[in-house]
């Protein structure tokens, strides 16, 4: 059948982490990112929602299953109170999730446990790589294979929270397959910049760059054991995130937009009354619909492993990037100079959006 | 409630064996009937008046969906209006003109459906489910009232002395106006809905829509239109002189209260019908794509789905935007059909669906045209002729422009005088 409501449980999850992402989230948004820094204690109520803990099975310590449409929803929710925000606190996904779904029983047992009891704490992976050409699928960073042990070279970008990072997942090129290693933090050969990434947007969120000179990891380190992993889910779930995540940047922009239109008067009348106004949230809104389908058909398709479901995937983040960018420009546009400043969010949420196009990455569901 | 994606099976199996008529019986007969004009599809009407009779109802309508008979038997979800996208589609990517020729009643009977008593529609509808297909159609547009309804002119008076309401007018742009109206041998007898004043003093609150049956005195098909596509749906031009049909053929109340619920129940039926009108838009589209990919694929040019955007060719990324377009537009008339079918409201999501569909359709279409360069303007192709289709889904059932009012005064929560 089709339908297209959250269930229950997944309305609950929505309505918590929509509050927190209205009520703590949004309020500071701003002041982290002039300040490059998100509170300790707001990303740790973001992750006492529970978000990632209920993806985790009690086997491995967490009280749910993982699935990426609950994981779309939570992750447009947190989105939508603040990008930076939803990232740190999803950080520690990037290391779970990657385990959880391609991960050797071994692997399982030994980390998960240890990322979701208790506090949040310092998580990460290394995808990105700092070329025009980035492509997850053809990574420049290697791993060589000798003596039961793997050698990973190689420079990353973008990895969040790097510095402070317990254990860090590093996507590499092994004979033209993408696979993950799992590298602790005194690992010898790699080395954190001190200094942070500086970029367009997410200044709040502390991003580095990542250099392995010849890093040994024992096989065992593998992303699933000897065999490897297929990184094509892994992949797939990155790309939903970042869809998701677009969703709710975009939603926040048109809200505000709209918002914004129905108080601002010009002529004697409101300017959302005007249709050169009206008509662009009425098209910024179709968008966002268009996309949220997407993305959640692509979810379903993932979480019921069909076929379609990894090219879908491609589909919703190549198409909700672009309607990030489309929103969120507008929003700045209906603004006008208002929305320029700084003074209010939409130009934070435009340079925002256009980092879904080359951000893949940074979050997972 | 839940998130689901999994296409019921119903829907599945007439996909199936709707995708075999569109072949054999559309598209093998769609250059022919573009180009011969008001020609009469009589295979196609026939075949599928049969078919339509051997499966129920006699036409596309959804039928009402009862409560299963055993209590015990777990209650399946409707799925009337889901499954009629999916077989409108079906059909528009067969011929979507060829589609407009399906007989059963299209719109008037919608309107039928929508706003008459339960003696009315057993009067007017029982036709579609006889021996032979029959017809029926809306008059709406007026050569001065387009996407505008409240202009209407077109007048009706009682005539008390008889009983009967006496109506004056001209409506344009009346699809399968003729087959609805002048009576064919191997046709049964159609009705028109016009649409009309019965006082003009109250504007909207005062327009109503009358059943004219096939045959009725003073009523004269002026014209069949000349169109860019859709050539072998005829488009109508009607003129109505002193028409007298009986007082019980008004749908809806005879009297006017000086509000507009009444003319607002009449758009609502475009909340049931807009979604459908995009799912047709959609099948050209998927149309158009289809051949796109097939032809770029004879002459090797591969789509690298998975690739980031930069290292794509500027042929891929069209293509791959193309497929978003056209996944994410028909997720939306699902689930505008999926809110129609469990009684939902969906003004919003119904006119969303319109939008997107009206820009999906037309794009899609005008790009693969333009990606085919020389092949994609020749008429060896049914591309060219997709593309002329294609352009309608923006202007019918309320143009693009038109559904973008309609979503921005729903998300605005603006009325009609705010937001003109």
Redesign the interface.
Same mark, same amino acid.
């Given at each position: 059948m089709y339908s297209f409501e959250p269930n229950e449980e997944q309305q609950m999850l929505v309505d918590a982490v929509g509050k927190y992402a209205s009520t703590d989230l949004r309020p500071a948004a701003r002041e982290a990112e002039e300040s490059r820094e998100l509170p300790k204690k707001l990303v740790g109520k973001g992750w006492e929602l529970g978000v990632l803990q209920a993806s985790i099975p009690d086997a491995y310590g967490g009280f749910g299953e993982r699935s990426a449409v609950t994981g779309a929803l939570a992750a447009e929710e947190l989105a939508f109170g603040d990008l930076a925000g939803a990232f740190a606190i999803g950080a520690p996904n990037l290391f779970a999730l990657p385990i959880l779904l391609a991960g050797s029983e071994e692997q399982k047992k030994e980390y998960l446990p240890k990322v979701i009891e208790g506090e949040w704490r310092p998580y990460t992976a290394a995808l990105i790589e700092y070329s025009f050409d980035f492509d997850p699928s053809d990574l420049r960073t290697t791993a060589k294979f000798s003596n039961n042990e793997y050698c990973i070279s190689g420079e990353k970008a973008f990895v969040p929270f790097a510095k402070d990072a317990e254990a860090l997942i590093v996507y590499a090129n092994l004979d033209g397959r993408t696979q993950g290693f799992i590298v602790t933090k005194n690992a010898a050969g790699l080395t954190i910049n001190n200094e942070r990434e500086n970029l367009m947007g997410l200044n709040a969120l502390p991003l580095y760059r990542v250099k392995l000179d010849n890093v040994t990891v024992s096989a065992s380190d593998r992303l699933g054991g000897a065999s490897g992993h297929d990184f094509e889910p892994v992949l797939a779930s990155m790309r939903l995130a970042s869809a998701a995540a677009a969703l709710g940047v975009a939603r926040a922009a048109f809200e505000y937009s709209r918002d914004y239109a129905k108080e601002r008067e010009a002529f004697g009348v409101k300017i959302a009354q005007k249709q050169a106004v009206a008509f662009m949230l009425a098209e910024m809104r179709t968008e966002i619909e268009a996309m949220r389908l997407l993305t959640w058909e692509a979810a379903w398709k993932l979480d019921n492993a069909k076929g379609d479901a990894f090219s879908e995937a491609y589909l919703a983040s190549v198409g909700a990037a672009d309607m990030a960018m489309m929103v969120t420009d507008r929003a700045v546009q209906i603004l006008g100079g208002h929305g320029y400043i700084r003074e209010h969010p939409v130009e934070m949420w435009m340079r925002n959006g256009r980092g879904f196009a080359m951000l893949t990455g940074l979050a997972m569901v | 409630?839940?998130? #689901?994606? #999994?296409?019921?099976k119903p829907i599945a199996q007439t996909q199936f064996v709707l995708k075999t008529v569109a072949e054999e019986m559309m598209r093998s007969k769609s250059r022919y009937f573009d180009e011969h004009e008001h020609e009469i599809p009589w295979d196609y009407i026939e075949f599928m008046h049969t078919a339509m009779k051997t499966t129920g109802g006699g036409s596309l309508a959804p039928k009402d969906e009862k409560a299963e008979a055993d209590p015990n038997k777990p209650k399946r &979800?409707p /799925?009337g209006y889901?499954l009629l996208a999916a077989q409108i589609e079906t059909l528009a990517w067969g011929d979507v003109g060829m589609y407009l020729v399906t007989p059963g009643g299209g719109l008037g009977a919608a309107a039928v459906q929508a706003a008459a008593s339960p003696e009315q529609k057993a009067k007017f509808l029982a036709r579609f489910g006889g021996e032979k297909p029959a017809f029926a159609a809306m008059c709406m547009t007026e050569a001065g009232a387009g996407s505008d309804t409240s202009a209407i002119r077109t007048r009706a008076v009682l005539d008390e002395k008889t009983n009967e309401w006496v109506i004056n007018g001209e409506k344009i742009f009346v699809t399968a106006g003729d087959k609805s109206f002048n009576s064919y041998e191997k046709l049964d007898r159609g009705f028109i809905v016009v649409w009309a004043s019965i006082d003009p003093s109250a504007g909207r609150a005062g327009m109503r829509a009358f059943v004219v049956e096939s045959g009725t005195p003073g009523v004269k098909i002026a014209k069949l239109e000349h169109k860019m596509g859709i050539r072998v749906s005829d488009t109508a031009a009607i003129s109505l002189m002193d028409v007298r049909v009986p007082f019980d053929h008004i749908l809806g109340s005879p009297t006017v209260e000086k509000t507009t619920t009444g003319f607002k129940g009449a758009m609502a039926t475009f909340d049931a019908t807009r979604p459908l009108v995009a799912a047709s838009g959609l099948g050209v589209a998927r149309a158009a794509l289809e051949f796109l990919k097939e032809k770029l694929k004879e002459n090797g040019v591969e789509i690298r =789905?998975? !690739? &980031?955007?930069? %290292?794509l060719s500027n042929i891929e990324r069209e293509v $791959?935007?193309m497929? $978003?377009m056209l %996944?994410?537009?028909w !997720?939306?008339v *699902? %689930?505008a059909v999926?809110?129609a079918d469990n009684k939902k409201s969906n003004a919003l999501?119904s006119s969303?669906s319109k939008? %997107?569909s009206g820009d999906v359709t037309t794009k899609i279409t005008q790009k693969a045209v333009e990606i085919m360069g020389p092949l994609g303007y020749s008429r060896e192709f049914l591309l060219e002729k997709w593309f002329r289709d294609a352009k309608i889904t923006d202007i019918y059932e309320g143009t693009g422009?038109i559904n973008? *009012?309609v979503?921005?005064r729903q /998300? *605005?929560g =603006?009325s009609g005088s #705010? !937001?003109?």
């Open positions: - | 409630m839940t998130i #689901e994606f #999994e296409s019921p &979800p /799925i889901q =789905y998975g !690739l &980031p955007r930069q %290292k $791959i935007d497929d $978003i %996944k994410s537009a !997720l939306m *699902l %689930k999926w809110m999501e969303m939008v %997107k422009q973008r *009012l979503v921005a /998300i *605005l =603006y #705010e !937001l003109r």
